[in-house]
């Protein structure tokens, strides 16, 4: 156990008071050493600017600096869920067309479309394909949609009515 000059003296270091100060502090505490260490800060008697860098004893409430990951991990969070959200604004406004004999059976969402497949994919692909050969046609109708894909799907309908009836595809170009 310390005896009090060697409490002062390490109060002192840990302060970066003076010998006065520090034996005051630690009368009026009764000799504990953080009590005292405490009272000398609530007096604002402790010289923080002297203070060495690493450990540090201190009452007052700071906020602690956040983490630069947690920063990083939110921006890349908040990147994500918007480039999502522009995804589905974007798959909501192109449409999947069905018709059967030139006469539209029924319009779809393209992002309804994606859900299916995601949920449903052993289902839905079949039954487009099977659709195929019942004289379904599927046409995708939105902006920046390619007419190439339009022409793609046609040329498979063409191909399973070819199949079907067994005659060759008319040639598209």
Excluded: C
């Excluded at 310390?2 to 502090?25: G, I, P």
């Excluded at 939110?74 to 480039?83: E, I, N």
């Excluded at 604004?89 to 859900?115: D, Y």
């Amino acid at each position: 156990m310390m005896d009090h000059f060697e409490m002062v003296e390490k109060l002192r270091q840990k302060a970066h008071v003076s010998y006065e100060e520090a034996k005051a502090a630690l009368e009026s505490t009764e000799w504990d050493l953080l009590d005292a260490l405490v009272h000398l800060e609530s007096q604002g008697k402790i010289n923080h600017a002297q203070q060495p860098q690493g450990d540090s004893y201190t009452t007052r409430k700071e906020d602690a600096p956040k983490p630069a990951e947690d920063v990083d991990v939110k921006g890349s969070l908040s990147r994500f869920f918007g480039f999502v959200a522009e995804a589905i604004n974007k798959a909501n406004k192109i449409t999947i067309q069905v018709s059967r004999h030139g006469k539209e059976s029924f319009t779809l969402p393209l992002s309804v479309l994606i859900l299916l497949l995601l949920f449903m994919f052993w289902w839905v692909l079949p039954l487009a394909v099977v659709g195929l050969f019942f004289g379904f046609r599927y046409r995708i109708v939105g902006a920046g949609v390619a007419e190439t894909v339009n022409r793609a799907m046609d040329k498979a309908a063409d191909a399973a009515q070819s199949i079907k009836t067994g005659t060759n595809p008319p040639e598209n170009n």
